[in-house]
């Protein structure tokens, strides 16, 4: 007899777990029921009915996938008559109108294990079988293999979100469906490749992969070099080529699943661009050098300059793409033997706001959430960001959540992806986020229903209520919606919306990128405060990082007001750390930001610049101030992969290896450090980032005894600086914990902080912030009727020096100008056209496509094409506390180009 | 159509105490008054185009569109861009519409085959002439009209029986050709029960009117149970010991409670069923066409006692007279406000929309009909989640047949104790039965269950010429194949049936002393084959199978390889359409195997 609690599975007692299926207790137990139709995490279809088992007092067999186990159960799933069945069920499957059965049996697949486990032979091949599409670049579909299993549609509704799929005909004609004409390209498929994944027949495959001998390929555990959602994967490599990547299945950021980008856009590690040696500029050419010249001709640069000029004439800026051990030891590195703390990443023309603001309002300078919380949030506010192009897997995992219930409301400009699922869409101006959230703050408050604002939360954990209530009071309402462009019913709505409960806060660089950078966070984070949301289940502050490591470069303190762990300067603790690690501590002065280094550049006060793995030519505001910047230096050194803008005008290019052919860790946008491999050798005599750092300290004059440096031992040093922060990882840890831990993590025992501010804010009471909403310096310019948005779109990435190198540019095109409609029909626009584009600042030539998804007044442009210089438009006006861009706000005007 | 879908332990062992029901029950009872009812329903969300369709903002059913834009698409090809633009108006995703278009037969017949030739099993028997050989037709399974053997229906929607149909089918020429004509009059409809409930008041006449309905007590019911709290209606009903009339015989009180108790704040719906697809019965078409009011009470109660403010009609394309009676009778009911934001002048607030079908048998199936409704493919869904906490678009869901409705205002009229006296103690009540052309007397006989089959035949006078009825098709075809041996057979749902006796929803075929056994088995694997859903494989390869080898060898059918197939639908099947689907097919080969397996191959 079974106890309570218990069912029995061929003769062995499991334990019940509310809501498991059969199939979930018995592997759970170890037994091990054949399945076709099934994923794993996917909605069961229970259709092949393979996974048939015999359950006493049940009048005929049931599924195992979709029938829940229940106490007292008792299972049989492995017999005579249930054999039978299934082979039975096989045959049928096996010998399908219009399905190759030859090549089915053969393949290395789920279903051919199955055929040959059940002694199953098909017939015969059906000849008459349907042609193969295969008119995209990443997906290819073989309907002579489809078994009609449906995992492919599962997988694309529960992972994408997304609805490529569907089944024609019925009874035994059923089969697959792709988009409106059987052609990946003409849907809505997105090239995550879930479906190739879940796929047990071969039916769908990768085009792309490169078929391996078994046995001679190689699989490595890394994290994804792209966006800052840390996807993990794994490499598999043949000697030094990249084969395949894939999501891992059990990670915690992924759960397998991968953009297209993450998964198929890695042909660029291969390409014949990669720089190989290092490279001396001699007059307009390079020569290439050897390392051991390339590393001594820098130093001794380097040294001239800071014997002629002191630490305030040398700046250097790490590579957000890098590792945190990389990007760590060149900034201690420039901090002690050159004495400046002219250190920054391109954090700073990122979310330098978010992170201030969040510091000064809660006590910590980064996400207050994690992922895990998506999940969990019944509200979701996305603001300022497009997390379904921009943060694909991230922007998947908020789609779904939406489709599986949670209320979503977009507040951004253009008419994003999500928008089109959200119950409230505010389609705001460009860079009135401020006037937006203090209108809805001042409902929140003035509102007299109940629960409209947490009341209990903010007399407990925030300070400052009272004079925001009346600061909010004193707002304009009718100004405030003009400011915003938003009518009065928008507002009503989103005041509802919020007045709801807590939300989980999405938001991105339409918020940090403005002249009100700072500001636009800060209300957001009253908001925050005001509805109870931060340090809650399901709720709280998620700043959407843009690259794969710009939180671990501001958390190694790439900053020139903080060393690594936000420690400040003044603090004589952290400077006594300083001295015990380094030997020295930095000055206590802070440094110069990226936009006031290239100025000082251009004034001549900065005269050697170090950059790791970053491209400000192409991907810096207002081209022609960072390009004189540049070109005026006495020495430029740029750590790179290809000839980008900015390494084109270096006076030494060092080839760098990819996210590859290096160890390390990356830090996500929920402060997760995860473990980076190297899959595979750089090409030539490209070297690791951290490598570079290290033997450039040595011939600067650094112990020798730190070429024992390696990753692992750098991370250690890192934990000892920086133990509030740090203290608890290690390599030792980050390996047994293959999902890394996410910081604070203060000792060995520390499991990490998922969630920050849940029992207290880390500054005691978080801040509401009373800040008006004012105008930028490019709102009501005569004559240029437009505000310009740049940002990115799914296909590509950032400078596109990556993904442009693949087959991603047969997925999307070159950077398009997006115009709306009604300005398009007024300005005689035709989508295609070429147009001028022309800011107070600069001018370009693009091509125009025309959207309802930008709002009129409103332009888009992205910016991976080095070829369209969307940077010489973008304004140089900056956020004077964080000094980061306004990219999100450009006064603009359109021309047509000149006839020739 | 006869049992739901059911892959759960609870229900297979026994419906009336299904545990898993108990279990979601509980559950909803409980969660319904915490906040955190979201998460106790999660678990069993499924990411399908309704919830994209909810997220994108759409509202109501894409079925009627579809409908239109099968129609106005029917009989050429119709572009990518063509698909794209309707489903991006529709909020579907393009592949949904492209699968749900081409699951249906109507949005894949071709215009020109306008007219619907019923090739039902007892238009088969009348000699009906298959739709193939008919210029400007396609072939249904069923119109209704087994009382007057062969129909056809023409592209009006006018029907013709009988020698008429014979003469139009022949007639050459286009199918607008027909002139309009009156429907053929409703057949006999007599009872052998103590009281008649169902046909109570078709068996009177037509009383599709919304005044001569009243006059006859229609709404009156609703009217005295407003006074009185839900619950009131519902104790009734589950007192009276109401099984579903559809065929699948489930308690009708529990679906309803299960459904009033469901933690879903929003909405609730009612489905009254009339997608009476089994060739055979007709019921379903009288009581709607002839009795649409009772009808609409019957769900008002349902929608009442089930906290329910949602209604819906599902009339499947067949009847397309129904459609147009019900279509107008919900108009004049929301006119006079019985129907609306206050039902009868009360603080009930209940409407109801009318749906077509586009042609598909298992959409009879409850979850099937209700993915019909919303626009996607009618197949089956797993249970559970069951429709009463998991329906139409997730939101709980009472799907109610026709007949069952209809006497629900008869049940608080009598009284439960009252109800319970007709028919045998485990199942009380009355069944419609249909009873076609191979009768003396054909049409509807209702009886009490527990009626012996003998005594129905006796009364319908044995066949045409009075000569005995040798053997009979009940239920359906899912249902049974019976000798006269077997006429003793209680008609009854639940233990008190004979295993190998289904009554199903009540149709009742004669089979001619010299039928065509070969042709009817051919017919039913046809039928099998072309209704499948396509949702599990034992079924649809399993039924095509079955009809591939019965075609390539006739002989066959009694060989030990069709047996050991048979198991495998009877076991692997995930619905009743594929696990009932076995046991007529065995009682034909055991009456008639000679006959069938001498069959020249085609």
Redesign the interface.
């Known amino acids: 007899m079974s106890r309570a609690g218990e069912a029995r599975i061929d003769g062995v007692a499991v334990a019940v777990e509310p809501g498991d299926s059969i199939l979930a207790a018995a592997r759970r137990a170890g037994f091990a029921i054949p399945t076709l139709c099934h994923g794993d995490g996917l909605h069961s279809e229970g259709g092949c009915r393979v996974c048939l088992v015999e359950v006493v007092g049940a009048r005929r067999p049931l599924a195992a996938c979709c029938s829940e186990i229940a106490p007292g159960m008792v299972v049989t799933t492995t017999s005579d008559r249930l054999h039978v069945l299934r082979r039975g069920i096989l045959e049928l499957i096996a010998n399908a109108p219009g399905l190759d059965g030859a090549r089915l049996a053969s393949a290395d697949t789920v279903f051919a294990r199955l055929l040959a486990a059940h002694d199953v032979a098909p017939r015969t091949a059906d000849r008459a079988a349907a042609a193969v599409a295969s008119h995209h670049p990443y997906l290819r579909f073989d309907p002579s293999l489809c078994v009609a299993c449906r995992r492919c549609d599962h997988a694309c509704a529960e992972i994408q979100g997304n609805f490529v799929f569907s089944f024609g005909g019925r009874g035994a004609a059923t089969h697959l469906l792709i988009g409106a004409a059987q052609d990946f390209s003409a849907s809505p498929c997105v090239a995550c490749g879930a479906c190739v994944d879940h796929c047990p027949s071969g039916a769908l495959s990768d085009v792309d992969r490169l078929a391996p001998r078994p046995g001679e390929s190689r699989r490595t555990s890394s994290v994804c070099g792209y966006c800052g959602v840390g996807c993990r994967v794994e490499v598999e490599t043949h000697e030094d080529r990249v084969l395949a990547i894939r999501g891992v299945e059990d990670a915690a950021v992924n759960r397998g699943h991968l953009c297209a980008k993450g998964r198929y856009a890695h042909a660029w590690q291969r390409s014949g661009e990669r720089l190989t040696r290092p490279l001396r500029r001699v007059g307009a050419d390079f020569a290439e050098i050897s390392w051991e010249e390339a590393l001594a001709f820098a130093a001794d640069r380097l040294a001239a300059i800071h014997a002629a000029h002191g630490g305030g004439a040398i700046g250097v800026l790490t590579s957000s793409r890098s590792t945190n051990e990389a990007a760590y030891l060149l900034a201690r590195l420039f901090r002690t033997r050159f004495a400046t703390n002219n250190v920054d990443c391109c954090a700073r023309v990122c979310h330098s706001s978010t992170a201030l603001a969040l510091e000064r309002t809660t006590g910590t300078g980064a996400a207050t959430t994690s992922y895990g919380d998506i999940e969990v949030a019944r509200s979701i506010v996305i603001a300022g960001a497009n997390p379904t192009e921009a943060h694909p897997v991230l922007g998947a995992r908020i789609l779904e959540a939406r489709l599986r219930g949670a209320r979503l409301m977009v507040i951004d400009p253009r008419r994003i992806e999500l928008a089109g699922f959200a119950d409230v869409h505010v389609p705001l101006r460009p860079g009135s986020n401020v006037a937006f959230f203090n209108a809805v703050a001042r409902r929140l408050i003035a509102s007299g229903a109940h629960g409209a604002i947490d009341r209990a939360y903010l007399a407990a954990r925030v300070e400052g209520f009272a004079a925001f209530a009346a600061f909010v009071a004193s707002q304009d309402e009718d100004a405030l919606l003009a400011s915003a462009g938003i009518d009065r019913e928008t507002l009503d709505r989103a005041a509802g919306f919020l007045a709801a409960g807590p939300a989980l806060f999405v938001h991105g660089l339409g918020l940090s990128e403005l002249e009100q950078g700072v500001a636009s966070v800060e209300s957001l984070v009253n908001l925050g405060l005001l509805t109870g949301s931060i340090g809650r289940a399901g709720a709280g502050m998620m700043p959407l990082r843009g690259q794969n490591n710009v939180q671990g470069n501001a958390d190694m303190g790439a900053m020139p007001n903080r060393i690594t762990g936000y420690q400040r300067l003044d603090d004589p603790r952290a400077r006594e750390r300083c001295r015990r690690e380094w030997g020295e501590a930095p000055p206590i002065a802070p440094g110069l930001t990226v936009p006031a280094m290239l100025e000082a550049a251009a004034d001549g006060d900065l005269r050697a610049l170090w950059i790791q793995g970053e491209d400000p030519a192409q991907s810096d505001p207002c081209e022609s101030r960072v390009v004189a910047g540049l070109e005026a230096l006495e020495l430029l050194v740029v750590q790179e992969m290809f000839l980008t803008e900015t390494a084109k005008r270096a006076h030494l290019v060092l080839p760098a290896a990819s996210v590859f052919e290096q160890d390390g860790t990356f830090t996500n946008a929920e402060r997760r450090i995860q473990r980076v491999r190297a899959a595979v050798a750089p090409p030539g005599e490209a070297r690791p980032d951290w490598r570079v750092a290290r033997d450039l300290g040595i011939a600067l004059g650094r112990p020798v005894h730190e070429s024992a440096l390696d990753p692992a031992a750098i991370f250690d040093e890192i934990a000892r600086l920086a133990p509030e922060s740090f203290g608890g990882v290690s390599y030792g840890r980050l390996d047994a914990n293959r999902d890394g831990l996410q910081w604070p993590c203060a000792d060995a025992r520390d499991p990490g902080t998922s969630r920050v501010h849940e029992s207290g804010f880390v500054r005691g009471k978080a801040r509401l912030t009373c800040v008006a909403y004012r105008d930028s310096s490019e709102h009501g310019i005569d004559g240029y009727p437009y505000l310009l948005v740049t940002g990115r779109e799914l296909h590509h990435y950032n400078v596109g020096s990556m993904t442009r190198r693949t087959a991603q540019n047969a997925l999307a095109g070159g950077d398009r100008l997006e115009l709306a409609p009604d300005d398009a029909a007024r300005e005689g626009i035709a989508s295609g056209d070429r147009v001028v584009l022309e800011s107070g600042h600069g001018a370009i030539e693009v091509e125009v496509r025309i959207t309802p998804r930008i709002a009129p007044g409103t332009l888009f442009l992205t910016f991976h094409d080095p070829a369209t210089h969307a940077n010489r438009v973008v304004t140089p006006a900056l956020d004077p506390e964080s000094n980061c861009p306004q990219y999100k706000a450009t006064a603009a005007r359109l021309g047509s180009p000149p006839k020739n | 159509l006869v049992a739901p879908a059911a892959?759960?332990?609870g229900e297979?062992?026994e419906t009336r105490s299904s545990?898993?029901m108990k279990r979601l029950e509980r559950q909803s009872a409980g969660a319904r008054h915490q906040d955190e009812g979201?998460a106790a329903t999660?678990?069993h969300?499924?990411?399908?185009?309704s919830?994209?369709r909810h997220?994108?903002?759409a509202s109501g059913s894409p079925l009627t569109a579809l409908a239109a834009f099968a129609a106005a698409t029917a009989g050429r090809s119709v572009g990518?861009?063509e698909?794209?633009a309707f489903?991006a108006e529709l909020d579907l995703?393009?592949?949904?519409v492209?699968?749900?278009l081409?699951?249906y037969s109507d949005a894949s017949a071709s215009a020109a085959d306008a007219r619907r030739v019923c090739e039902g099993l007892s238009c088969r028997i009348a000699g009906a002439v298959p739709a193939r050989e008919i210029a400007n037709a396609r072939g249904v399974h069923c119109l209704g009209f087994c009382d007057r053997s062969p129909a056809v229906l023409d592209a009006r929607g006018d029907v013709h029986v009988g020698d008429e149909a014979r003469r139009i089918v022949a007639a050459p020429g286009p199918p607008s050709a027909a002139k309009a004509v009156d429907p053929p009059p409703p057949p006999a409809i007599t009872s052998l029960a103590s009281r008649a409930i169902v046909t109570r008041r078709i068996a009177r006449g037509d009383f599709s009117d919304l005044g001569t309905a009243r006059a006859d007590g229609a709404y009156s019911q609703l009217e005295r149970a407003l006074r009185r709290p839900p619950s009131f209606v519902l104790d009734e009903v589950e007192r009276s010991g109401e099984r579903g009339r559809g065929g699948a015989a489930f308690a009708t009180a529990v679906k309803w409670r299960a459904c009033a108790r469901a933690a879903t704040p929003d909405v609730r719906y009612v489905v009254a069923n009339g997608d009476e697809g089994d060739p055979g019965s007709y019921v379903d078409r009288l009581l709607l066409e002839l009795d649409p009011h009772g009808v609409l009470e019957g769900l008002a109660l349902a929608a009442y006692a089930s906290e329910a403010s949602g209604g819906i009609v599902f009339i499947r394309s067949e009847y397309p007279r129904a459609f147009q009676v019900m279509r107008r009778a919900v108009v004049a009911a929301r006119a006079a406000g019985v129907l609306g934001p206050s039902v009868l002048g009360s603080s009930f607030a209940f409407d109801v929309e009318v749906f077509p079908g586009m042609g598909?048998y298992v959409c009879g199936e409850e979850t099937a009909l209700l993915n019909a409704i919303e626009g996607r493919?009618g197949?089956v869904r797993?249970k559970?989640p069951y429709p009463a906490t998991h329906g139409l678009y997730g939101r709980p869901t009472v799907v109610n047949n026709v007949e069952t409705l209809v006497d629900v205002p008869a049940i608080l009229e009598l009284g439960a104790d009252a109800y319970r006296r007709l028919g045998t103690t485990d199942c009380p009540g009355t069944k419609a039965l249909s009873l076609n052309h191979g009768f003396a007397r054909p049409g509807i006989v209702e009886i009490e269950f527990g009626t012996r089959l003998e005594e129905v035949v006796a009364a319908a006078g044995e066949g045409p010429d009075g000569a005995p009825i040798e053997a009979l098709v009940l239920g359906g075809p899912m249902g049974c194949v019976l000798p006269r041996s077997r006429f003793v057979a209680r008609l009854v749902y639940g233990r008190e049936s004979a295993p190998d006796v289904v009554l199903g929803h009540g149709g009742i075929i004669a089979l001619p002393r010299d039928v065509d056994a070969a042709a009817l088995f051919d017919s039913a694997l046809t039928f099998f084959?072309?209704?499948?859903?396509?949702?599990?494989?034992?079924c649809?390869?399993?039924?095509?199978?079955l009809a591939a080898r019965f075609r390539k060898d006739a002989a066959s059918a009694t060989s030990p390889g069709f047996s050991?197939?048979l198991?495998?639908i009877?076991?692997?099947?995930?619905c009743a359409f594929g696990?009932e689907m076995p046991r007529p097919l065995r009682q034909w080969l055991q009456l008639f195997a000679p006959r069938i397996s001498r069959r020249e191959p085609e």
């Open positions: 892959d759960t332990l297979r062992l545990p898993a979201k999660m678990q969300e499924d990411v399908t185009v919830a994209y997220a994108r903002g990518a861009g698909i794209e489903a995703p393009a592949a949904a492209r699968g749900a081409s699951f598909s493919r197949e797993l559970p084959r072309d209704e499948s859903c396509g949702k599990c494989v034992p649809k390869l399993g039924a095509r199978e050991a197939l198991e495998v009877e076991a692997g099947s995930l696990s």
